[in-house]
């Protein structure tokens, strides 16, 4: 948990948070003494500014999100996974975590909040979550950065299928706001390799149109198309300081995301 983010915000609010228990070189101030009196414990009030960092979600859950191909789960479900991960090790940290979920719009923003309850909250939206519609992704970034009222940690989930110069502009809002800015680029593995048998249909799952072709004919100018599409999101990504991540579905969970904490480690 330790090295995920940086720490460089620590202060003080009138918005109450939660209550921890007191530990040893706490200030006394903190210590809420009507919560004493009824229990002869001691607590310590927290508020929403005295989290470390407040971090700020986004998941993209339009169609092509549930894309999954064969021995793997979906690219919602894998981004889902790692949400409710890091949503867990920030709320550890004392972070205020935050959650909005788009496709052509913005369907859900949860703002940030930092207590264990409201993690069990998060878990609930993700539950339920189902992908639907087209993607407007510039649209719905413009719309969250214009909710983001002090800067943070913004973490923006998304298999990136969509206008790419338009949708790069968009996140460069969030660096406007001096943001820490990461990005998880989530696909499929044959998404990457394209590695399909004979002949095959493919529909595509945000306008439902359909082309049949033969994938092994296709096969080098797709991988080399698509090679080409990462690595303009990278590149773009790096030269505005971003931190950008591919992951592939059928990379074990675990092991994604314990190599990205451990980069995340050595960087701060």
């Known amino acids: 948990m330790v090295g995920l983010h940086k720490s460089p915000y620590h202060g003080f609010s ?28 001691y607590f310590i009030k927290q508020y929403e500014e005295e989290t470390n960092l407040r971090s700020y979600i986004i998941l993209d859950s339009s169609k092509s999100m549930g894309y999954a191909s064969d021995k793997t789960i979906s690219k919602i479900e894998y981004a889902s996974t790692l949400v409710a991960a890091l949503s867990y090790l920030m709320i550890k940290q004392q972070d205020a975590v935050s959650l909005t979920i788009y496709s052509d719009k913005i369907h859900k923003h949860l703002p940030p909040k930092s207590s264990n309850s409201y993690f069990q909250q998060i878990l609930r939206e993700l539950t339920i ?61 044959m998404e990457r390799s394209f590695g399909f048998g004979k002949d095959a249909i493919f529909k595509d799952l945000e306008t439902d149109e359909e082309l049949t072709t033969q994938p092994y004919q296709i096969q080098k100018a797709y ?9 303009k999101i990278k590149r773009e990504c790096l030269n505005s300081n971003f931190d950008y991540n591919l992951l592939d579905t059928s990379t074990p969970f675990d092991k994604a995301l314990f190599s990205y904490i451990q980069k995340r480690s050595r960087l701060h």
């Open 14 to 41: 009138v918005e109450f948070s939660q209550h921890r228990p007191y530990m040893q070189g706490d200030n006394l101030r903190s210590v809420d003494w009507r919560v004493f009196g009824k229990t002869e414990k």
């Open 129 to 189: 979550l189902e992908t639907s519609s087209n993607t407007n992704t510039a649209e719905s970034l413009n719309s969250v950065a214009e909710k983001i009222k002090r800067r943070g940690l913004v973490i923006i989930i998304s298999d990136f299928f969509d206008d790419v110069d338009k949708t790069l502009k968009a996140i460069k809002h969030f660096a406007h706001q001096k943001n820490e800015v990461i990005i998880f680029q989530i696909l499929d593995p």
């Open 223 to 231: 991988q080399e198309a698509m090679s080409e599409f990462t690595n």
